[in-house]
């Protein structure tokens, strides 16, 4: 095996290595560690370098043990409203406001005159934000769907609009409209099941939960 081959395997090791140690979310952490620790590993034992090569076997273990606790773990979900006039709230959206931004224009919500408001508990942790406003008489606009970056990994989009599909129906609401130009945030959507469609020339995402 050439030495340029070998040398560019470290270098590749190690790039994603440093990758990994970027991502904000625990599991892409996780899950990109383990990949950048099994190609290092391997290096270390290509090269002839027997401690590189078990550390990094031993980091992937480590890195595999807790992903299978963080897939294994019951977590637990829930919904609170948000309050009128909340301190909370308005402190929330100052301080993610950068992110927000990624996900919409607004940052100015009135949650005294929003039909559906909650903040997601992970776990009793506020995790994320969920506004909507009515559009039609059985349809929500998602005004914004947001989660805090160490918890973007679809639960908490699978718990709204999969889990808590009867908090919605209960209020008389059976769809979802969204409008959304991020690459990511249309990921996240067509990851919900939203569709796409065009309404009054307009590209949207809508979502039924009939």
Not at 178 to 187: D, G, L, P, R, T
Request: hydrophobic residues 40%.
């Amino acid at each position: 095996m050439s030495n340029n081959f070998l040398e560019a395997l470290g270098y590749i090791a190690s790039f994603i290595v440093l990758i990994s140690l970027l991502m904000s979310s625990i599991i892409k952490l996780r899950w990109i560690n383990l990949l950048g620790s099994a190609i290092f590993s391997l290096y270390g034992f290509l090269i002839g370098a027997f401690p590189v090569g078990f550390m990094n076997l031993c980091i992937c273990i480590i890195n595999v043990y807790y992903l299978i606790k963080i897939y294994g773990t019951k977590e637990y979900f829930k919904i609170m409203p948000i309050e009128s006039d909340s301190n909370y709230f308005k402190n929330f959206l100052d301080f993610y406001q950068e992110d927000i931004k990624n996900y919409s224009s607004n940052l100015k919500y009135d949650s005294n005159n929003t039909p559906v408001g909650f903040y997601i508990l992970r776990n009793l942790v506020p995790a994320g934000i969920f506004i909507a406003s009515e559009k039609e008489s059985d349809t929500l606009k998602i005004d914004l769907d947001f989660v805090i970056p160490e918890y973007r990994d679809f639960k908490i989009g699978t718990f709204i609009y999969e889990n808590s599909k009867e908090y919605f129906l209960d209020k008389g609401y059976n769809k979802f409209i969204c409008y959304s130009s991020n690459a990511s945030h249309i990921k996240y959507l067509k990851k919900m099941k939203f569709t796409e469609a065009i309404e009054n020339g307009v590209t949207c995402f809508v979502k039924s939960i009939k």
